[in-house]
C-alpha cells in the first residue's frame, strides 16, 4: 500500500512538474503596451510575427505586427529586438526574408535585424568636373526626394562652363593672328529626376527630363569689308557673341551612395535647343550635352 502511494505520488508530481516545464519553456512576446503573450513563435518575416497560443498549442495561428512589439524571447534564452521606429514597405525591400520557426530553433536567433540606412531627403552636390557644348566648368546642384521610396525627385543643376576662342583672326596687310579670348557661359536646369527602383540604396540608376536655359557669350565667326585693294576685299573674322539658348535634355546617371551621407554622381545627358541665338539673331537648332563628375552630402 505504501509502496502504491508512493508511485501515485511520483507519477503526480511528475505530471505537475511536466505541465510547470511546459508552462515555463515558452517563447515571450512583450509588446509595447506592456502585454506579454506567451506562446510558440512560428515566423518571423519582414512585417509580422506568427505564434501558438501557450494555452491552445493545436489552435490557429496568431499575428502581431512587428510595430506593436519590443522584443520576443525565445525560450533557449536568446531574443530578437526590434527597432522603436514604424516600418513601411521601404523597410521591407531590405529586410532579412521570412524566417521560419521549427520546434525551438531560429535560423537567425540571436541576431538583431539588420540595420537599414535612413537616406535623407536632401542633397546638395558639386561637380567638379563638368563638360558641356559650351566648354569645361564646374557645377553645382541640389535635389530633393519625395515619397518613401524616393521614386521621384526635383532635380535642379547649375553649371558654369569656360572656352577659348582659339581660332584666327585676319588683318589686311597685317597677316594672321591668333586669338586666345575667352567665354563663360552659365546653364540653369530643373525637371523631374526619376529613379526606376527608388533611391534609398548603395547604387541606383536614374533618368531626368530637364528643360535648360543657357546664357553668357560664345564664339561667332564673321566676314568683314576690306577696303585695301590689294587684298581681298572681304575677309574672316571672329568674335564672342551674346548666346542664349534654350532646350530640353535627358540626362542618364548613375547615383552611389556609400554610406548615409557621402554621394558620388556620374552623369551623362543629350539634347537640342528650342531657341537658339547669337546677338539676339536665331541661329540653327543646336545639340545640347553634358558629362559630370558629382560628390555630395546627402541629409
Not at 541606383?204 to 560664345?218: C, D, F, M, Q, S
Not at 573674322?237 to 558620388?264: D, E, V
Request: hydrophobic share 30%; charged share 25%.
Amino acid at each position: 500500500m505504501s509502496a502504491s502511494m508512493n508511485l501515485k505520488t511520483l507519477f503526480l508530481g511528475a505530471t505537475a512538474l511536466a505541465f510547470a516545464t511546459n508552462g515555463i519553456a515558452q517563447d515571450r512576446i512583450y509588446k509595447k503596451n506592456g502585454d506579454v503573450v506567451e506562446g510558440k513563435v512560428k515566423v518571423v518575416d519582414g512585417r509580422n510575427v506568427t505564434y501558438k497560443r501557450a494555452d491552445n498549442a493545436k489552435g490557429p495561428d496568431y499575428t502581431v505586427n512587428k510595430n506593436d512589439i519590443e522584443r520576443v524571447e525565445y525560450e533557449n534564452g536568446t531574443e530578437d529586438v526590434f527597432s522603436d521606429r514604424k516600418r513601411s514597405r521601404d523597410d521591407e525591400d531590405d529586410d532579412m526574408e521570412g524566417r521560419e520557426v521549427r520546434g525551438h530553433n531560429h535560423r537567425e536567433h540571436g541576431k538583431k535585424e539588420r540595420k537599414k540606412i535612413n537616406y535623407g531627403a536632401d542633397l546638395i552636390t558639386l561637380s567638379p568636373a563638368n563638360v558641356t557644348e559650351n566648354g569645361f566648368g564646374i557645377g553645382l546642384g541640389y535635389e530633393h526626394n519625395f515619397g518613401k521610396r524616393g521614386t521621384v525627385s526635383l532635380y535642379i543643376p547649375v553649371t558654369l562652363s569656360f572656352g577659348d576662342m582659339n581660332g584666327d583672326m585676319y588683318y589686311p596687310g597685317s597677316g594672321s593672328s591668333n586669338n586666345w579670348d575667352t567665354y563663360t557661359n552659365v546653364a540653369f536646369s530643373i525637371g523631374p529626376k526619376i529613379y526606376p527602383g527608388g533611391s534609398k540604396g548603395k547604387v541606383k540608376y536614374a533618368i531626368a527630363p530637364v528643360l535648360t536655359l543657357v546664357t553668357g557669350e560664345r564664339p561667332y565667326d564673321y566676314y568683314a569689308y576690306s577696303p585695301y585693294p590689294y587684298y581681298s576685299s572681304y575677309y574672316p573674322m571672329r568674335t564672342n557673341a551674346q548666346n542664349f539658348q534654350f532646350g530640353g535634355m535627358i540626362i542618364n546617371s548613375l547615383n552611389m551612395n556609400p554610406s548615409k551621407h557621402l554621394y558620388i554622381g556620374l552623369e551623362l545627358g543629350w539634347g537640342f535647343t528650342f531657341v537658339n541665338t547669337l546677338d539676339n539673331m536665331d541661329q540653327d537648332t543646336r545639340e545640347m550635352a553634358q558629362f559630370a563628375f558629382k560628390l555630395g552630402y546627402r541629409f
